[in-house]
């Protein structure tokens, strides 16, 4: 059980965190930067969460903002402590059957969709971005040297797949509330380049 009573610590003020460990990082190392882009991924999540109206969809997305503290517990945990709490694979597979759900529901794509749509498919989008960064972030945690650059498997594939399902998620959405916007070629108006 987590208690917070007090807020602020003012323990960072010089720019470095604790960890698991009690060790104090940087705020700029790599692991300290992909656990920030998770909570912003998090952060993000709930902003979506107040604009959807699909019950089972925020049902899915509470689900998965659990996953992501889960997730950040296991990037702030080095491998050799034993017993603590690791995302769980199964958590994956639970996002590729949420993707197939929505998918199979879904025309083809003919086009690409751009990064907006009505009835929250929006702030989908920019959670799908904020989770490529996030990935892109925890893979840079694997290029540390020796044991700094532990992972657990199941982190860098669940946030994969959740970028991918949350894209799916969003062109659902966006055809619930009345229809995707698509990428038009050239459509942009101005003049020509030579």
Same mark, same amino acid.
């Given at each position: 059980?987590?208690?917070?009573? &007090?807020?602020? %610590? /003012?323990?960072?003020?010089?720019?470095?965190?604790?960890?698991?460990?009690? #060790?104090?990082?940087?705020? %700029? =190392?790599?692991?300290?930067?992909?656990?920030?882009?998770?909570?912003?991924?998090?952060?993000?999540?709930?902003?979506?969460?107040?604009? +959807?109206?699909?019950?089972?969809? /925020?049902?899915?997305?509470? $689900?998965?903002?659990?996953?992501?503290?889960?997730?950040?517990?296991?990037?702030?945990?080095? &491998?050799?402590?034993?017993?603590?709490?690791?995302?769980? $694979?199964?958590?994956?597979?639970?996002?590729?059957?949420?993707?197939? =759900?929505?998918?199979?529901?879904?025309?083809?794509?003919?086009?690409?969709?751009?990064?907006?749509?009505?009835?929250?498919?929006?702030?989908? =989008?920019?959670?799908?971005? @904020?989770?490529? /960064?996030? #990935? /892109?972030? @925890? !893979?840079?945690?694997?290029?540390?040297?020796?044991? #700094?650059? =532990? +992972?657990?498997?199941?982190?860098?594939?669940?946030?994969?797949?959740?970028?991918?399902?949350?894209?799916?998620?969003?062109? &659902? @959405?966006?055809?619930?509330?009345?229809?995707?916007?698509? !990428? @038009?070629?050239? $459509?942009?108006?101005?003049?020509?380049?030579?």
């Amino acid at each position: 059980m987590v208690v917070l009573n &007090k807020i602020y %610590t /003012r323990t960072g003020d010089a720019g470095d965190t604790g960890v698991v460990t009690g #060790e104090r990082l940087p705020k %700029t =190392h790599a692991r300290i930067v992909a656990i920030g882009e998770v909570d912003e991924l998090n952060a993000c999540l709930g902003v979506a969460l107040g604009q +959807l109206k699909d019950e089972e969809l /925020r049902g899915r997305l509470l $689900a998965i903002q659990n996953d992501l503290f889960d997730l950040g517990a296991d990037l702030a945990t080095p &491998k050799t402590l034993r017993g603590e709490l690791r995302l769980r $694979a199964s958590r994956i597979e639970r996002l590729e059957e949420a993707i197939d =759900h929505y998918n199979d529901a879904l025309p083809p794509l003919e086009s690409f969709v751009l990064p907006s749509g009505p009835g929250g498919a929006g702030t989908l =989008h920019l959670a799908r971005a @904020v989770a490529r /960064r996030a #990935e /892109r972030a @925890v !893979w840079r945690v694997a290029d540390l040297p020796g044991d #700094e650059a =532990h +992972l657990s498997a199941p982190v860098p594939r669940y946030l994969n797949r959740l970028s991918d399902f949350l894209f799916v998620a969003a062109r &659902k @959405v966006s055809r619930d509330a009345g229809g995707e916007v698509v !990428w @038009v070629p050239d $459509a942009g108006e101005g003049p020509e380049e030579a």
